[in-house]
């Protein structure tokens, strides 16, 4: 509430004290002026998460036609053909059919043996240095070694992506970013893709070059290169810098927190949750905007076409309505999922990747390093207008965790669920990927479980948030059910064998019929 010695709220977005803790004015926004107007930089946001959802689902009102950056939308500038996060439908349509094609959730997991190997890479060799580096040293490698492998992209020109990634993104404090045309052009990648179409591979270019797709005005037809250079720049543009953010804020939070990295530590199966709750606490990527394209009333006013809009992804995360005590970090919350993987028809089409690379990433940090100390006087936060995170997030690692690490690490990586001070071996928890085959395409889910004789508990987390579940286990089989209440309300029964460390069976989808399961134990 306002008081009376208080000024109306104000939010300057380039202020860059103001990014530092943005929470209590994102607090005072949804409670005083749920919809804001900015007239110095002139623009709207709204800050509730109902607004945000809406807002985020309503593409007629809320276009991405001229971009969802902010500078972009004012800029009014030629979006190319295959940037297809800027495009609205059916165009957007036409695209993003391509890429799900081809960016499956499946191949994401498939990919997590790769990212342990690039984890291990940048880790070992810190383990005994007393004190180091969580983004420049880890965080800013991992991701673009991935992204850079899922492409094809050779190793000795991966370093060159990651530069012109930060590059186009980066902004000079307190200013908005400066955006010309040549920034989005798809630029960077033409000599690859010219030599990656004579030298075809069994990578995700080779599969743009090759894929035939449905355009919007009904002709089957290849992508344009014009079209598949945009198509690279979106992946690397929205798949690297958010991840190498999210582990930034994976060591800053935890290092606030470590009562509760303790327990992940003794405990991995915690870790996919904890996950969930890092990407709601600290959302790398703070708002997205839009053009709004028709006038539309929001809490009385209306806001004309024309305007643009920002979505306060960061302040939806922690709007009480829709998260009970949303200010507090709790790696054991339950409930309704984040919204900070956006919402409707361009939510994140690389959840599934980002998930398991934090995933893999904080095991492997708590592997090795399971207590630090951040060195907030060096960290810095980086400044660009679309992702808010670290650049640099030094930590004293602790002494009892690195002689546990070296113990471990000795002879190569150390296995998942390896002995931690004998903690984690006690508890035995089971963690499982599984993919449902649904009629909707594959679903990937985690499960843990904990066995107690004939039953077994646990939660399943995945796109719907995490769930509780209880389940029986007879010899070799087990059986749970799973009630979803959105997007319909389902109830999921599922029956599967365990083979070692794999798991196959079927899911009854309510009234879906059935889906197969595959799954395995990580
Ligand atoms: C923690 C990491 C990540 C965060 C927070 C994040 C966040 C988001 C958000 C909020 C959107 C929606 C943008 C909008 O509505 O305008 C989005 C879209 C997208 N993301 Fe991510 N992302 C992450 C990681 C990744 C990764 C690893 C990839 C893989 C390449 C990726 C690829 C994409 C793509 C291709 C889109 C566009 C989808 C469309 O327009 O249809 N993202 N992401």
Redesign the pocket.
């Known amino acids: 509430m306002t008081t009376l010695t208080e000024a109306p709220v104000y939010w300057d977005p380039y202020k860059p004290d103001f990014w530092m803790n943005p929470y209590p004015v994102f607090r005072r926004l949804r409670e005083e002026a749920p919809l804001y107007r900015n007239e110095e930089h002139a623009f709207y946001a709204v800050s509730r998460f109902s607004d945000v959802e809406r807002g985020?689902t309503d593409t007629a009102t809320f276009s991405?036609s001229r971009g969802?950056v902010l500078e972009y939308i004012k800029a009014n500038m030629d979006i190319p053909s295959g940037m297809?996060?800027w495009?609205d439908p059916p165009l957007?349509t036409a695209h993003?059919s391509v890429?799900t094609r081809v960016?499956t959730p499946r191949r994401m997991n498939d990919l997590e043996e790769k990212i342990r190997a690039y984890c291990a890479r940048c880790l070992d060799p810190l383990v005994g240095a007393g004190r180091i580096d969580l983004v420049a040293d880890f965080g800013a490698e991992m991701?673009m070694r991935?992204?850079s492998a899922?492409l094809g992209i050779p190793e000795q020109d991966q370093e060159a992506v990651r530069e012109r990634v930060d590059a186009s993104l980066r902004t000079e404090a307190g200013k908005p970013m400066d955006v010309s045309q040549a920034s989005y052009k798809g630029a960077g990648f033409e000599e690859y893709v010219d030599w990656r179409a004579k030298n075809p591979s069994d990578d995700l270019m080779t599969e743009l070059l090759r894929a035939e797709f449905v355009d919007e005005t009904g002709t089957k037809r290849r992508l344009t290169r014009e079209e598949i250079l945009c198509f690279v720049n979106?992946?690397?543009g929205?798949?690297?810098e958010?991840?190498t953010?999210?582990i930034g804020w994976t060591g800053k939070v935890l290092g606030d927190h470590p009562e509760q990295r303790a327990e992940l530590a003794a405990n991995p199966g915690l870790i996919p949750n904890a996950i969930e709750e890092l990407?709601r606490y600290e959302?790398?990527?703070p708002s997205?905007a839009?053009y709004v394209a028709r006038d539309v009333e929001i809490h009385g006013q209306t806001v004309p076409a024309g305007s643009a809009m920002l979505m306060l992804?960061a302040s939806a995360n922690r709007d009480d309505r829709r998260y009970p005590d949303g200010e507090h970090f709790d790696i054991h919350r339950k409930g309704p999922p984040h919204i900070?993987?956006?919402?409707?028809?361009?939510?994140?089409?690389?959840?599934a990747?980002?998930r398991v690379?934090?995933r893999v990433a904080l095991d492997e940090i708590l592997k090795r390093f399971p207590t630090w100390t951040v060195d907030l006087d060096k960290a810095k936060l980086s400044s660009t207008s679309t992702v808010r995170g670290w650049d640099n997030m030094p930590v004293f690692t602790g002494g009892n965790g690195q002689q546990g690490a070296k113990a471990k690490v000795t002879g190569g990586t150390p296995q998942a669920g390896a002995d931690l001070d004998g903690a984690s071996a006690a508890v035995g928890t089971e963690t499982w990927e599984l993919t449902l085959q649904t009629p909707m395409g594959p679903q990937v889910m985690t499960a843990q479980i904990l066995r107690e004789g004939d039953a077994f508990k646990g939660t399943m987390s995945g796109e719907m948030g995490v769930e509780h579940i209880d389940g029986k286990i007879s010899g070799n089989a087990l059986s749970w059910t799973l009630s979803l209440k959105k997007p319909v309300s389902i109830k999921l029964s599922f029956d599967a064998k365990v083979a070692g460390n794999t798991m196959t069976g079927n899911v009854k989808l309510g009234m879906f019929g059935k889906a197969a399961l595959s799954g395995k134990r990580i």
């Open positions: 985020l991405s969802d297809f996060i495009e957007h993003r890429l960016f991701p991935v992204i899922l979106v992946l690397a929205a798949g690297i958010t991840t953010r999210l990407l959302p790398p990527g997205v839009r992804v900070t993987f956006g919402r409707g028809i361009h939510a994140c089409l690389g959840s990747l980002a690379e934090g």
